[in-house]
Nanobody, 121 residues
Framework: VQLVESGGGSVQAGGSLGLTCTAS????????MGWFRQAPGKKREAVAI????????YYTDSFKGRFTISQDNAKSTLYLQMNSLKPEDTAVYYC????????????????WGQGTQVTVS
């Protein structure tokens, strides 16, 4: 299984960025997928998850209304659109695959991407 994130970078506060995670070796359309982030000195936290059955999406409260998770099963690709970015959104963002349980905890995922840095100034 390989998860490869892209799309990170630097942006000014109030700006937008879109992250992409391309998956291989996983039955993407049947997998719970998620975006997490980790800032320096902080725990890895859930940003948003998407569950295949019913296409349910969940967001940590602080990201609701600003971030949108989506997926393209035909391309085995997961997306995270981030709007109204704040300096406190600066972190490494990770794609996670094959989640179970609540899917809102990092230990509930079997596979991880290498992460992509997002810096908001």
């Amino acid at each position: 299984v390989q998860l490869v994130e892209s799309g990170g970078g630097s942006v000014q506060a109030g700006g937008s960025l879109g992250l992409t995670c391309t998956a291989s070796g996983i039955t993407f359309e049947d997998s719970d997928m998620g975006w997490f982030r980790q800032a320096p000195g902080k725990k890895r936290e859930a940003v948003a998850i998407i569950q295949p059955f019913g296409d349910r999406k969940y967001y940590t409260d602080s990201f609701k209304g600003r971030f949108t998770i989506s997926q393209d099963n035909a391309k085995s690709t997961l997306y995270l659109q981030m709007n109204s970015l704040k300096p406190e959104d600066t972190a490494v963002y990770y794609c996670a695959g094959a989640g179970y349980g609540s899917c809102m905890q990092s230990y509930e995922y079997d596979f991880w991407g290498q992460g992509t840095q997002v810096t908001v100034s």
